[in-house]
Structure formats: C-alpha cells, structure tokens
C-alpha cells in the first residue's frame, strides 16, 4: 500500500540520511526503482512529473499500476506516489487518482499567491493524510521548460512557507535539473544552513541531484536534507545501456528485437543507479 511520505522523511532527517526521489517514466522504470528499493529494504518516493503522467496515460493508469505492482511484486518497503512540480490543477488532479503525496511548485508565483495556493492545499493533503511538498526559490536548469542558473531562497520566505504547515520543503540553494554546467558554482551551504537555522524540524528537499559531487550530497544530509530527488541521472544510464546493445548488434541477433530483451541492459543500469544513489544517500536497510 502506498503511504505519505511524512513518516519516511522524519525518519531520515532525525537518522542523518535521506530518502531518495527517483522518477519514473514507464513500466520498466517503475519495475527498476521498486524492486530494488526492496532488494535494499530502503524506504523510496516514486517521483512523476506532469509531462510523465500523461505520457503515461494519466494519473490514474500511474496508481493503478504502481498499485498493481506493490501487491504482485511483494514490495513490503515503504513507497510513496508523488507529484513532481505540480501545479495546482494537477495536484488536485493526483490527489483524486490516488497518489500518495504531491508538491505544489509555486515557486513561479509571488509570494503571496504561493502562499495562498499552498494553504488550500495544505489543508486538503492534511484532511486526506497525505504528504505535500513546497517550493520557494526557482530551482535552475530546465524546469517547465525555461532554463535557468540555480538561485538561492530567501530564508524569510522559506519560513513562510514551511509555516503553513507543509511536510517538506525544496529550497532551492543553487541546485540545478539535468546536466550541470562546467561553470556551476556548487550548492550554497550558506543558504541551506540559514534555511534550516528559519524552518528548524522540517525536512528539506533537494532538488536536481544528477552530477552533484559526493562530498555535497552528504554535507547537504548533514545539514538537514531528508529527500534528493533523481531523474536525469537514470535517463542517462538508460539510454546508454540501451545504446550499447544495439550498437553491438544485439537486437539482430535471434530474438534480440523482443523489447523484453532490448529494454532489460537499460532496466538493469536503472537499478544499478538507484543502488548507487540509496547507498551514497544513506537510505539502504533503513525500511
Ligand atoms: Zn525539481
């Protein structure tokens, strides 16, 4: 059964470590991320943008599947279902399919329209126990479709937020989606300690973790970062692995064209990036 993401995130930010958000795009995608969550007893956050839930035919088809999973493939692992940067519309929309948990990206709004959107959401999220996730301060790179630099929060504004009672808050601390640029000026500690010093026990989030170095990731835990979210990273290992098979050949040979066959180097190099990332984030055994 899928549940909130509260219980998870509380856990990790009180154990030092965080729980891993990694997004998924379709059924090998989800397959990858839950049996490897439960193959390393490590709580997971199925993440699902917009852009993925139609390309999946739709919130409801994502729960029915992701629920169709968890019961035939035994998952016993704490899992939560959540929207992705939703907008408001679509996080109504997610909460009536059935997912677990949603963020509301208000991030483009001004404060106080952020603000007011997410207290309706907040109270609806809190009536039907699910999690909700906020967001203040752009997160660069590509995100709705407008590329940026990482920009940092205001702390105030941060505090206003979380003080509406949210489960978790992405702030952004010069963090970036997709690729980071050569010239990228890494996170700002400075900003996520001040973060932290404003909304004290709520469980940060950090956002755009493809390519962020090692020692980051971990100071970043260290300072009160419960949940990094992972997409690009499992794109480029997919891609690559699929790469390599057809470019050796192996769909010619036999029955090398059965997409059983010709997704499996690319499902395999999903799981292996997953357990990479749930051990560095320090989440394995922790379900
Ligand atoms: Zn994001």
């Known amino acids: ?57 739709g919130y409801k088809t994502v729960v029915g599947m992701v629920n169709g999973m968890l019961e035939e493939l035994k998952i016993t692992v704490p899992v939560a279902l959540h929207l992705d940067h939703g907008s408001y519309e679509g996080a109504m929309k997610c909460i009536e399919a059935g997912f677990s948990s949603v963020m509301f990206d ?17 109270k609806i999220c809190n009536d039907k126990g699910l999690s909700i ?24 504004e941060c505090k206003q937020i979380a003080d509406l009672g949210v489960t978790m808050l992405a702030a952004g601390i010069g963090n970036i989606h997709g690729k980071y640029p050569e010239n990228w000026a890494g996170l700002s500690f400075d900003t996520l300690a001040a973060v932290k010093e404003k909304v004290g026990d709520m ?21 009160g970062v419960a949940k990094i979210n992972v997409n690009t990273e499992c794109q480029l290992s997919f891609a690559d692995a699929t790469r390599k098979y ?17 997704l499996a180097p690319g499902a395999e190099a999903i799981k292996a990036t997953v357990k990479e990332k749930m051990e560095l984030f320090g989440s ?4």
């Not at 930010?13 to 193959?39: C, H, M, P």
């Not at 057809?246 to 010709?262: Q, S």
């Not at 394995?284 to 379900?287: C, E, Q, R, S």
Request: with cysteine.
């Open 1 to 57: 059964m899928l549940v909130s993401a509260k219980e998870m995130l509380n856990k990790a930010r009180d154990g030092k470590y965080a729980v891993g958000q990694f997004n998924i795009n379709n059924l090998e995608w989800t397959k990858s991320v839950l049996l490897t969550a439960q193959e390393l007893q490590s709580p997971v956050i199925l993440g699902v943008s917009e852009g993925a839930g139609k390309y999946m035919c």
């Open 106 to 122: 208000g991030s483009h709004y001004p404060i106080a329209e952020n603000i007011e959107k997410t207290t309706e959401l907040v």
């Open 133 to 156: 996730e906020a967001e203040v301060g752009s997160i660069g790179g590509e995100e709705d479709g407008v590329v940026g630099m990482g920009e940092c929060a205001d702390p105030n």
């Open 203 to 223: 469980p940060l989030v950090l956002h755009g973790g493809t390519g962020i170095p090692e020692e980051m990731i971990k100071k970043a835990i260290s300072l």
């Open 246 to 262: 057809i470019e050796a050949g192996k769909d010619l040979e036999g029955k090398g064209f059965d997409p059983r066959k010709l």
């Open 284 to 287: 394995v055994g922790k379900a």
